[in-house]
Nanobody
Framework: QVTVVESGGGLVQAGGSLSLSCAAS????????MAWFRQAPGTEREFVAS????????YYADSIKGRFAISRDNDKNTVSLQMNSLKVEDTAVYFC??????????????????WGKGTLVTVSS
């Protein structure tokens, strides 16, 4: 049984920062690429950022490039998302995702095997 749990969401003013964390139990995350996705009300879930199993390769959505940073600590079995210069349009539920295939470099919606339940980020103007 694999459990993925996000934490760190909350309410922040535009221009502020938040750090999200994702922890997994039941699987050693160090062998798998990980990602963050988000879903705003009434919209499709969208890709935010991914990190390869080694941490050497990262990908970012254009909308957050330069403001967000994904990282991982394989010793602690965690993945983080540092979000800076937050905008109102960043408001969404943020989901942590675990890739299906070991040794992966990137993550897509179709390659996700496990999802967390999400953590809400609200950015006020």
């Amino acid at each position: 049984q694999v459990t993925v749990v996000e934490s760190g969401g909350g309410l922040v003013q535009a221009g502020g920062s938040l750090s999200l964390s994702c922890a997994a139990s039941g699987r050693t995350l160090s062998e798998y690429a990980m990602a963050w996705f988000r879903q705003a009300p009434g919209t499709e879930r969208e890709f935010v950022a991914s990190i390869s199993w080694t941490g050497a390769v990262t990908y970012y959505a254009d909308s957050i490039k330069g403001r967000f940073a994904i990282s991982r600590d394989n010793d602690k079995n965690t993945v983080s998302l540092q979000m800076n210069s937050l905008k109102v349009e960043d408001t969404a539920v943020y989901f942590c995702a675990v890739d299906r295939f070991p040794g992966g470099v990137s993550v897509t919606t179709s390659s996700v095997e496990y999802w967390g339940k999400g953590t809400l980020v609200t950015v006020s103007s």
